[in-house]
């Protein structure tokens, strides 16, 4: 259902614009198109989601610009171990989901309904110079499923490819084909949150569908270039049944193949399930033998203390090519494409050049205030011009 916010939208405000994917419904409405969520909205009123509204005959999106925070981590973090490995990255996320976990570990970001007090301004040149002069060789769109902000995202992207810099998303997968494809060209890499393998689960405590997240990985690992890796969050009780993680990883397997690399994190108690206890370690080390068991040769456990869990072994000889201890690289014996240095086997993923040092640092970054508003905004359109308009 949509949702009324405080802060009313306007198209006069400098970090609102509008936007592409939506239509017009028979009874007055307007539907947003950008994921399955399908919000509906009349004049004024906001989508789940909360930076998508509708300002008189058209969908804006009104973080555009905007960010609720920067910092500079460790790639693995996000967590990816087959891309650029010890490189740092520029985290960055905005405000606003489209899904409703109860579990959710960001929920001050993402269901925040306080975006135009809690936000600084960026815009994607200004981030792209500041990932360069930091030293970054990857932005991350991670604090918030950067499917609710996609257009920005995507000029960020383009904005740091300009200067050489990879782009990452950080997302549940929870988006529709055209937009999800009008945005994944721009992206490098993805780790895409499978957050359990039951329809039920994403129905009763993600608000989504899993069907759609499976779509959307399928899309990446076929029809992109994206680098891809999944992450699963285990909460006992909820997703870590034997049965449920060997259907998940049989499913990986047979549809995306067994170089795709799967993350399984410990979950901490947060949000509206504090009553959950944490994963014990036992569970991550069962669901990675089930997966190893399933042919797959990527597999990590995540959030405990782990080296033999979070190490990368080379498929072709065995050797342990980047031993790992959380974000730290301890030993690392692959060669600048990836290559195993004792048997020249190549490892799927995206290496270039030797492993970056940048350890387990996380930076906060604070960007001085814009002069001016944010820009660009040669996106704001009028309604005529868009070309989603019209009943289906
Ligand atoms: S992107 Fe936001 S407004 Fe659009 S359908 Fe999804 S939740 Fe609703």
């Given at each position: 259902m949509p949702?009324?916010g405080p802060?009313p939208?306007?198209?006069?405000?400098?970090?609102?614009v509008?936007?592409?994917?939506?239509?017009?419904?028979?009874?007055?409405?307007i539907q947003c198109?950008?994921?399955?969520?399908?919000c509906?909205?009349r004049?004024?009123?906001?989508?789940?989601?909360?930076v998508?509204?509708?300002?008189g005959?058209?969908?804006?999106?009104?973080?555009?610009?905007?960010?609720?925070?920067?910092?500079v981590?460790p790639?693995?973090k996000?967590?990816?171990?087959?891309f650029?490995p010890?490189?740092?990255?520029?985290?960055?996320?905005?405000a606003g989901?489209n899904?409703?976990?109860r579990?959710?570990?960001?929920?001050?970001?993402s269901k925040?309904?306080e975006?135009?007090?809690?936000?600084?301004a960026a815009s994607?040149d200004?981030?792209?110079?500041?990932?360069e002069?930091?030293?970054?060789?990857s932005?991350?769109?991670?604090y918030?499923?950067?499917?609710v902000?996609f257009?920005y995202?995507a000029?960020?992207a383009?904005?740091c490819?300009?200067r050489?810099?990879?782009?990452v998303?950080?997302?549940a997968?929870?988006?529709?084909p055209?937009?999800r494809e009008?945005?994944?060209?721009?992206?490098?890499a993805?780790?895409i949150d499978l957050?359990a393998f039951?329809?039920?689960?994403?129905?009763?405590?993600a608000?989504?569908k899993?069907a759609t997240?499976?779509?959307?990985l399928e899309?990446?690992?076929?029809?992109t270039?994206?680098w891809?890796e999944?992450?699963?969050?285990l909460?006992?009780?909820h997703?870590d049944?034997d049965?449920?993680l060997?259907r998940?990883c049989?499913?990986?397997?047979?549809?995306?193949?067994?170089?795709?690399?799967?993350?399984?994190?410990?979950f901490?108690?947060?949000?509206k399930?504090?009553?959950?206890p944490?994963?014990p370690p036992e569970?991550?080390h069962?669901?990675?033998r089930?997966?190893?068991?399933?042919g797959?040769?990527?597999?990590y456990?995540?959030?405990?203390?782990d080296?033999?869990?979070?190490?990368t072994?080379?498929p072709?000889?065995?050797?342990?090519?980047?031993v790992?201890?959380?974000y730290?690289?301890?030993?690392?014996?692959?060669?600048?494409t990836g290559?195993?240095?004792?048997c020249?086997?190549?490892?799927p993923g995206?290496f270039d050049?030797?492993?970056?040092d940048?350890?387990?640092?996380?930076r906060?970054?604070?960007?001085?205030p814009?002069?001016?508003?944010?820009g660009?905004?040669?996106r704001?359109r009028p309604?005529?011009?868009n070309?989603?308009?019209g009943e289906?």
């Amino acid at each position: 259902m949509p949702s009324s916010g405080p802060a009313p939208l306007s198209e006069s405000d400098p970090y609102t614009v509008g936007t592409d994917h939506w239509h017009s419904l028979p009874d007055g409405r307007i539907q947003c198109d950008v994921c399955p969520r399908a919000c509906r909205l009349r004049e004024g009123q906001r989508g789940l989601c909360f930076v998508r509204g509708r300002v008189g005959d058209q969908v804006v999106l009104a973080s555009y610009g905007r960010s609720s925070g920067f910092c500079v981590d460790p790639v693995e973090k996000k967590p990816l171990h087959h891309f650029l490995p010890g490189t740092p990255v520029l985290s960055f996320g905005t405000a606003g989901c489209n899904l409703g976990c109860r579990f959710c570990q960001n929920w001050d970001i993402s269901k925040s309904r306080e975006i135009d007090t809690l936000s600084g301004a960026a815009s994607p040149d200004a981030l792209a110079a500041v990932a360069e002069r930091l030293g970054c060789r990857s932005i991350a769109f991670t604090y918030n499923d950067p499917t609710v902000f996609f257009e920005y995202a995507a000029d960020i992207a383009q904005a740091c490819a300009a200067r050489g810099i990879r782009s990452v998303a950080v997302s549940a997968g929870f988006m529709n084909p055209k937009p999800r494809e009008e945005f994944y060209r721009h992206i490098d890499a993805a780790n895409i949150d499978l957050k359990a393998f039951t329809e039920s689960f994403y129905e009763k405590i993600a608000f989504a569908k899993l069907a759609t997240v499976l779509e959307t990985l399928e899309y990446l690992r076929h029809e992109t270039s994206v680098w891809l890796e999944i992450t699963t969050l285990l909460i006992p009780g909820h997703n870590d049944s034997d049965e449920e993680l060997t259907r998940q990883c049989a499913w990986i397997a047979a549809r995306l193949g067994t170089d795709v690399p799967l993350h399984f994190s410990a979950f901490h108690p947060d949000f509206k399930m504090r009553d959950v206890p944490p994963t014990p370690p036992e569970t991550l080390h069962r669901a990675r033998r089930i997966a190893r068991d399933h042919g797959l040769r990527f597999v990590y456990t995540g959030n405990i203390h782990d080296p033999e869990g979070q190490t990368t072994y080379c498929p072709g000889c065995g050797e342990a090519v980047v031993v790992r201890d959380r974000y730290v690289l301890n030993d690392y014996r692959l060669g600048d494409t990836g290559e195993c240095a004792a048997c020249g086997h190549r490892l799927p993923g995206v290496f270039d050049g030797p492993a970056g040092d940048w350890g387990a640092r996380r930076r906060p970054i604070r960007l001085a205030p814009p002069a001016s508003r944010p820009g660009p905004h040669d996106r704001r359109r009028p309604a005529a011009e868009n070309t989603s308009k019209g009943e289906r």
